[in-house]
């Protein structure tokens, strides 16, 4: 018989510190699986854990055009294949209040 292990994901402290908040946000649903929690505002997943220090963040293609200037100035925000989507690096303190701010324009897009 083989015993599988499950692994679990490590994450660096400032994306846990960014899941604990999210946790409090009454917009968002944060749902645990045993891939790790999903994060959904009306049912659409808006934040994905992308890595030990990467969280990604559905803004949508709209809202990426119209802060993309903006974007590509920032060297913590990466695009990513699928254009509702941009991945940030949380590397620091200002890094979380990007990643905040950045999800409640995400928050806003899936309300509106």
Do not use: N
Not at 36 to 44: A, E, I, N
Request: neutral net charge; contains cysteine; proline residues 6%.
């Amino acid at each position: 018989m083989t015993a599988w292990r499950r692994t679990v994901a490590r994450h660096g402290p400032y994306v846990v510190r960014a899941v604990a908040e999210f946790r409090s946000w009454p917009a968002i649903v944060v749902s645990d699986t045993r891939r790790g929690p999903t994060f959904t505002v009306r049912g659409t997943e808006i934040l994905r854990l992308a890595g030990a220090d990467e969280v990604q963040v559905r803004l949508t293609a709209p809202a990426i055009d119209r802060l993309g200037p903006y974007l590509r100035e920032c060297g913590q925000v990466m695009a990513c294949p699928d254009r509702a989507w941009v991945t940030v690096q949380l590397d620091g303190e200002p890094d979380l209040d990007l990643l905040f701010a950045l999800t409640s324009v995400a928050i806003k897009e899936h309300v509106a």
